[in-house]
């Protein structure tokens, strides 16, 4: 319970602390990639260099592909 509670902690701090408006841009940008025929990496490691989080990532691709 202690190492959750330090988890959500750092995490909360982290989305405080990042770029919002790129993380927002660079999932957005995923979701029309998804969308279509392209290649879908390169978005991906875009979204973690931009400090999307992997369940943010996984939501985006639930949208379009749903769940499996």
Do not use: W, Y
């Amino acid at each position: 319970p202690v190492e959750v509670e330090r988890q959500v902690k750092e995490l909360s701090f982290f989305k405080e602390t990042r770029n919002n408006i790129q993380v927002n841009e660079s999932l957005k940008k995923l979701q029309i990639t998804a969308k279509g025929e392209e290649n879908i990496m390169p978005d991906i490691i875009h979204c973690v260099r931009n400090d999307c989080t992997l369940g943010e990532i996984s939501d985006t691709l639930r949208l379009i592909f749903g769940e499996h």
